[in-house]
């Protein structure tokens, strides 16, 4: 393991929209749920709508390579911009394996903000626990809060508080892809004190409905520009 850019950055500017012209599912398309577990946890699930064209493979290396370029357009973006046209604002891989790609063990920066909305920014540093043709754990070791004057301040979450599971499911015409979003602790300490204010200060349901609405749409974004990025990096 390399250190890729091991500073985090707490000056957060939001980026303008690109004008791609996409038309993104809508949370309709997807069977999601939304409910708290027995000790006070929230999980949020997704079953999206097939992703036409799209193999386990070209997601795999996806998550690999996201920190880079890409040409789309006519112009170069970061592809994580390419991603998601609208929420998307920042990503770096902190740390990358020896191979230069973000594979297992690797740490990345995710800075983005749902429905474009600053009340929904989320900004989190996020472990690859697992990451395979048949999905990726990711697990938040650190999440901002915004101070002012001093910006989004990144602050270490206990171990296990948030993660977040997709699944990649082979099928004839593309992936069939499943997101499961796990926030808050297990035991009484969590039932009783950290969940609520997870749930309160964290991710409310308000939060809870944009992050379904926003992981549909760039999941279903996949189609647009991945299979023509995973030819040109097959060469």
Known sequence: MRKADAKVHTTLAFTCPRPFGWRMKPLTSAQTTMRLLANGRRELTIVHDL????????????????????????????RYLVWH??????????????????????????????????????????????LGDDGILLTTEAAGIALPGIGNLLLPLPAGISTLEHRFLPQPNGTRYESRLLLGAPGKVGALALNPCLRHFVMNDS??????????????????????LWAQAAG
Not at 55 to 78: E, K, N, R, S
Not at 119 to 129: A, F, K, Q
């Open 85 to 130: 046209p609208t929420d998307h604002i920042y990503y770096r891989d902190l740390t990358r394996a020896t191979d230069g790609s973000g594979h297992v063990g690797t740490t990345r920066q995710i800075v983005e903000a749902f429905q474009g909305n600053p009340r929904y920014l989320i900004n989190i540093v996020d472990r690859v626990s697992h």
């Open 207 to 228: 939060h809870a409905r944009a992050w379904l609405q926003h992981n549909v749409e760039e999941v279903g974004n996949f189609e647009y520009f991945l299979p023509a």
């Open 51 to 78: 992703i036409r064209g799209v193999t386990p493979a070209m997601l795999h290396w996806w998550f690999c390579h996201i920190d880079d370029v890409m040409v789309y357009a006519g112009q170069t973006y970061p």
